[in-house]
């Protein structure tokens, strides 16, 4: 079977590059702005948004393009009461979208911003967080539907949430504190052995997320590639 170039653009430690990976379909190469010595696959520290004009201009070759903007200024975290630190955080999303639009390669965007083309949650895959996603997919379309697809969660997350003790099935993998998921809990639950980094976990997609988005968006490249040889 063919495989393919997929760049995984804002990489972190690879939770979404490693899902690629494993559909046995891509193989990803990373870029971040900080090294991400844990990532798992070739890596390269440098700016995402320089890294789609190079895609654009030809000096970079890939078939397939991922890209995790920050997503600080937008996530849940920074609602309500910590709406005020939002703004210390860049937002590449726009920019991304403008430029991986320009490359005219299938691309998949995940961050709260994007366009719910599909959206994932551990239950899905049977995983120890909830962890909802929105992907959006640039220049491809698969089939989904959140009313059909999504699962009914089996319980509640761990933790408190106003100064009430919920327990549950799944670990909160984000934040800091006693009620928190440990380095090891996130680890079992989202399927990342390969960084023990509290941040670089608490970033991460679970694998299992993009394996489904990479098993769909291998079958739209196996159609184009046919269709340019035929
Ligand atoms: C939300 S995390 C990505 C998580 C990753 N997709 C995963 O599943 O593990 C965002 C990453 O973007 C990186 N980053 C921030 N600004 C960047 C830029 N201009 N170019 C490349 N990477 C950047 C951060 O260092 C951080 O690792």
């Known amino acids: 079977m063919k495989t393919y170039r997929i760049a995984d653009l804002y990489c972190c430690a690879g939770g979404a590059g490693w899902g690629y990976y494993l559909t046995g379909r891509f193989y990803p190469e990373g870029y971040d702005i900080v090294d991400r010595p844990n990532y798992p696959c070739p890596f390269n520290r440098a700016d995402a948004i320089e890294t789609l004009r190079r895609i654009i201009a030809g000096d970079i070759v890939v078939d397939a393009v991922h890209a995790s903007p920050p997503c600080q200024s937008k996530c849940t975290l920074n609602k309500g009461t910590n709406k ?13 979208k403008e430029l991986m639009d320009a490359t005219g ?11 719910p083309d599909v959206v994932l949650c551990g239950e899905m895959f049977g995983l120890g967080v909830l962890r909802h996603r929105k992907f959006e997919l640039v220049n491809w379309t698969t089939d989904f539907s959140y009313k059909r697809d999504h699962v009914k969660h ?3 997350v761990r933790g ?15 934040g800091n504190g006693g009620d928190k998921g440990t380095v090891a809990e996130m680890q079992e639950a989202m399927g990342i052995t390969w960084t023990d980094v509290r941040e670089e976990l608490t970033e991460a997609i679970p694998p299992a997320y993009t394996k489904w988005v990479g098993e769909r968006l291998a079958v739209h490249l196996d159609a184009m590639a046919l269709e340019e040889a035929a």
């Not at 408190?160 to 984000?174: K, Q, T, V």
């Open 154 to 156: 089996r319980g509640r």
């Open 84 to 96: 005020r630190f939002a703004f210390n955080y860049a937002d590449y999303y726009d920019e991304t």
């Open 105 to 115: 390669l299938p691309g998949v965007i995940e961050n709260p911003s994007a366009r």
């Open 160 to 174: 408190y949430r106003h100064g009430e003790w919920h327990d549950g099935p799944y670990i909160a993998a984000y």
